[in-house]
């Protein structure tokens, strides 16, 4: 028998996070599809690239979204059987409030990690064709900056030209081992500058022990110098903020390419915020289960699912914005970035386990 009421509770709940699943899929392709449509609304492509789009950026985005869909979907499995008395049914059988959070709990916590290691980089790949997708429909190609398996790379536009400028490894405000090529208007090489280090902290960088070739006429010349400033459109700060958003990265990349990410120029700090938070993930969904139960077992008299509609929203915009300010801090530097993606869920699990305790004795 216990067998069975464990069945019903895990499929049970898994049926209904499948449906909250879809509605939140739903809604959001019919939100993101206008987006797409207002995209690409001056650019002659096929019918079917808004949809396919969306159909890209959506998991990603469902993903962020999963500790609300887990908290709905655990308010909504356990009103309805609580309003069908089969929650009633299951104290009788010997089930305490306690137990059936914790299966519910632990439910969470394993489409935590599974979602972490199978979705996670399926979704990161579709983000990653999705970003590529639309950068090659985007109006201004002008100023392109890219970090890839050989490192940096920026294009930028000038008046007298273009510039591409090639390093293999950014460290704190500095590049190493520059290549910066200039080219006119018509794309022909003007010169070539190598520099083993570059300070980029602001506009102007600095460039040291600078080894400067000439194209002129057919003709080269070579000159050197210790120090030599060029002024760009980057600095450290603007370039790393272009890497801020790590939905192209999963999990699993994340961990086995910690250092070489670092050394291709991600920012360490944000790095580190990235992993706690995505490490993060299964324990908040255990947390949200639990406030979840404590909002609907504390009785087992049929209510008003309105009221508890209204008090399941209010519940998330409250976490949500929690998490937020938390996230704030964080980057403002008043508190650690991995703190930042920790401190909700030990802030929300403090209140949880008090509200365990007391709806366990009921």
């Known amino acids: 028998m216990n067998k069975i009421l464990f069945q019903y509770l895990v499929f049970g709940f898994l049926k209904t ?16 599809l206008f987006e797409e449509i207002e995209f690409l609304k001056n650019i002659n492509t096929d019918i079917f690239l808004p949809l396919i789009l969306t159909a890209l950026y959506i998991p990603s985005m469902i993903i962020k979204l ?22 009633l049914s299951l104290k009788v059988f010997g089930y305490s409030n306690f137990r059936i959070f914790f299966i519910l709990a632990v439910t969470s916590f394993f489409i935590g990690w ?27 190609l002008d100023h392109l900056v890219t970090i890839n398996k050989n490192g940096l790379w920026i294009k930028e536009t000038l008046d007298s030209g273009h510039r591409i400028i090639h390093a ?27 520099s ?25 010349e070579e000159e050197f110098h210790e120090s030599y400033s060029i002024y760009s459109n980057y600095n450290y700060e603007k370039i790393t903020s272009l890497f801020k958003n790590f939905d192209t990265m999963s999990f699993v990349d994340l961990i086995l390419n910690y250092k070489d990410l670092q050394n291709k120029g991600y920012n360490k700090s944000y790095l580190d915020q990235n992993l706690n938070s995505m490490l993060s993930l299964p324990f908040f969904l255990f947390i949200m289960a639990a406030v979840a139960s404590i909002l609907t077992m504390n009785t087992l008299k049929k209510s008003n699912n ?35 993606s920790w401190m909700p869920i030990f802030a929300i699990g403090l209140f949880s386990s008090i509200g365990i305790l007391q709806i366990n004795e009921k």
């Not at 972490?116 to 999705?130: D, E, G, R, V, W």
């Not at 980029?200 to 600095?206: A, G, R, T």
């Open 306 to 340: 309105f009221t508890f509609i209204i008090v399941g929203l209010i519940s998330c915009v409250s976490i949500y914005y929690f998490k937020d300010l938390s996230i704030a801090l964080g980057q403002t530097n008043r508190i650690s970035l991995p703190l930042a």
């Open 66 to 87: 999963l500790p609300f869909i887990v908290f709905i979907s655990c308010m909504w499995f356990l009103l309805s059987i609580r309003n069908n008395k089969d929650l």
């Open 196 to 220: 083993e280090l570059s300070n980029i902290n602001n506009n102007k960088w600095v460039l040291n022990n600078a080894a400067i070739i000439n194209f002129k006429n057919g003709m080269t």
């Open 114 to 140: 599974f979602v972490l290691f199978a979705i996670n980089p399926l979704t990161s790949t579709m983000m990653k064709y999705y970003e590529q997708t639309k950068s090659e429909y985007s109006l201004d």
């Open 168 to 194: 293999t490894e950014t460290e704190d405000n500095f590049l190493r081992d520059v290549t910066i090529f200039n080219l006119d208007s018509n794309n022909n090489i003007k010169n070539k500058i190598y």
């Open 17 to 32: 996070f499948v449906k909250v699943l879809l509605i939140f899929y739903c809604f959001g392709i019919i939100l993101n």
